[in-house]
């Protein structure tokens, strides 16, 4: 195996509302995410229905300021320690690190005329910093964290007034980052909007007014397309020699048999799934999902120019995040697993996750190829990573080998579609520091290669601690990925 290309962006991923903490101070308003409570023991295989928000639910969440039940409102204190993080981070070699900037920092309802100037230079200071340790900014627009305080007067993205709400503050964050930041994201896995619409869009279902809550949730999703073209035109007029991607969550779904029931079964999952990414690299919506969802009943709020709008700016490549793989069958009789906020049936040849994720290392790769055939974009692979438990040993050493071999296997797997012809530009693994995880609020399921000593319920020291996987992947690193052959 040779090495990977020339300037590949190898790096971690994170996102603000799982990391920062200081959810209140500075002048920070209340996301959706600072909502989400401790769910340890959620049912993954009904994950919807305890994501169920209700206004009322909402305003009580607003206005208990207690951090105890509410993970994400803590996370980590990087907004307090990032000079320290982002040191690790650079002594493992990363080239990039994909943030979020936190919505919230910078308008706390979405509506204020002018940006708030402590979150303005809260993120100045972390590109800053960043730049100073040789690591190039990735940066998401929208991860999860919309101003709750739009979720509750518009219903978040079903109304259309959002969409300049939130290119004010796109605006804000090309003129104020623009000359430090030449790669971003618009919409964290913007499909992720019909399997969990509150946090990732502000929908409620009591909010609907005299429309279905489906339709509610096809209406955001539109917005939110039209939203990702209009500011993927403002960064190439704002911000010169910068590129924009759109994301995507990769749910690769096989057929579970050979009969045709169960192929006809997983196309169907597979087309919806890229009818997403379709969307915001072809520059429109396909015919067939525009037919499909009529016939479900469901129109799309088009306005006019949204057609030319969506047509004039597909993103300039597609990140995306995989974590697993799943079946799909006619039979609803077969065992079921839970992975990402979705659901498939189980495949007998894959092993899973303590959280019931299928590990399928080859998945990528037949991902990246499936993608690259279908858009010939630039791809980048912009969270992967195996959440688990850890041991801390009495000494303090953290011996995370099955961390290890899945990120090696993954990788490999990358670098075989690279070399059949995939043009990846990089590879950030989800987590590098230990973080909330977004479904359940759980810190003990790990992601990272440094070992942050808090348990769910935020006791513990804080202390960072380099897990084994730590000189791994810094090794992986320095050798542009020849390492990962031994
Ligand atoms: C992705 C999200 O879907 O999955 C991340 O973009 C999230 O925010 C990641 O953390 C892993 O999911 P979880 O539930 O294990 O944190």
């Given amino acids: 195996m040779s090495k990977f290309p020339d300037n590949f962006y190898w790096g971690g991923a994170i996102a603000a509302n799982q990391v920062e903490g200081a959810w209140n101070i500075d002048g920070k308003g209340a996301s959706v995410s600072d909502l989400m409570t401790y769910k340890p023991n959620i049912d993954v295989k009904n994950f919807a229905s305890h994501h169920q928000f209700t206004t009322r639910s909402v305003q009580d969440a607003m206005s208990d300021n207690s951090v105890e039940f509410y993970p994400k409102r803590r996370g980590i204190d990087f907004y307090h320690q990032y000079k320290n993080d982002i040191a690790l981070f650079a002594e493992m070699g990363f080239k990039v690190l994909r943030v979020s900037i936190a919505w919230t920092r910078l308008f706390p309802t979405g509506e204020e005329s002018e940006p708030n100037e402590a979150g303005i230079n809260f993120y100045h200071n972390l590109f800053d910093e960043l730049i100073r340790q040789g690591i190039e900014p990735l940066v998401t627009l929208h991860h999860y964290e919309m101003p709750a305080a739009l979720s509750l007067k518009y219903n978040g993205w079903q109304d259309r007034r959002v969409i300049s709400l939130f290119t004010r503050f796109c605006r804000t964050c090309f003129s104020e ?3 430090k930041v030449k790669l971003w994201l618009t919409f964290n896995e913007v499909d992720s909007i019909i399997r969990h619409p509150f946090t990732t869009a502000g929908v409620l279902e009591d909010n609907c007014g005299d429309i279905s809550f489906e339709q509610a949730c096809y209406n955001a999703l539109h917005h939110q397309f039209v939203a990702s073209a209009l500011v993927t035109r403002l960064c190439h007029d704002m911000c010169k020699g910068a590129r924009i991607g759109c994301m995507l969550t990769k749910t690769m779904t096989y057929p579970y048999s050979s009969r045709p029931e169960d192929v006809a079964a997983s196309q169907l999952k597979n087309l919806n799934n890229m009818f997403y990414s379709d969307v915001q690299m072809h520059g429109r919506y396909p015919e067939m999902m525009l037919r499909m969802l009529a016939n479900r009943g469901i129109t799309l709020p088009f306005a006019e120019g949204d057609v030319q709008t969506l047509a004039d700016n597909p993103a300039d490549f597609l990140s995306f995040s995989y974590y697993m793989t799943r079946c799909e069958s006619d039979d609803p009789d077969l065992e079921r697993t839970p992975g990402n906020t979705t659901l498939g049936v189980k495949n007998p040849h894959l092993k899973s996750s303590e959280w019931g994720w299928q590990i399928d290392p080859i998945g990528l790769r037949v991902s990246l190829i499936e993608l690259y055939d279908r858009y010939r974009k630039p791809l980048f692979v912009v969270e992967n990573g195996l959440g688990t438990r850890d041991t801390v040993e009495p000494d303090g050493s953290i011996h995370d080998s099955y961390r290890i071999d899945y990120l090696r296997a993954h990788l490999r797997e990358a670098k075989k579609a690279i ?9 950030t693994c989800w987590g590098p520091i230990d973080l909330i995880s977004a479904a359940n609020s759980q810190i003990t399921k790990r992601y990272g290669f440094i070992h942050v000593d808090l348990d769910d319920m935020g ?8 897990k084994d996987s730590f000189e791994w992947y810094k090794e ?4 542009n990925g020849a390492s990962l052959e031994q």
């Fill in 419 to 427: 070399d059949s012809g995939v043009e990846l530009i990089g590879y």
């Fill in 459 to 466: 006791h513990g020291s804080g202390v960072r601690r380099k």
């Fill in 177 to 179: 980052y623009g000359n």
């Fill in 476 to 479: 992986v690193i320095r050798t």
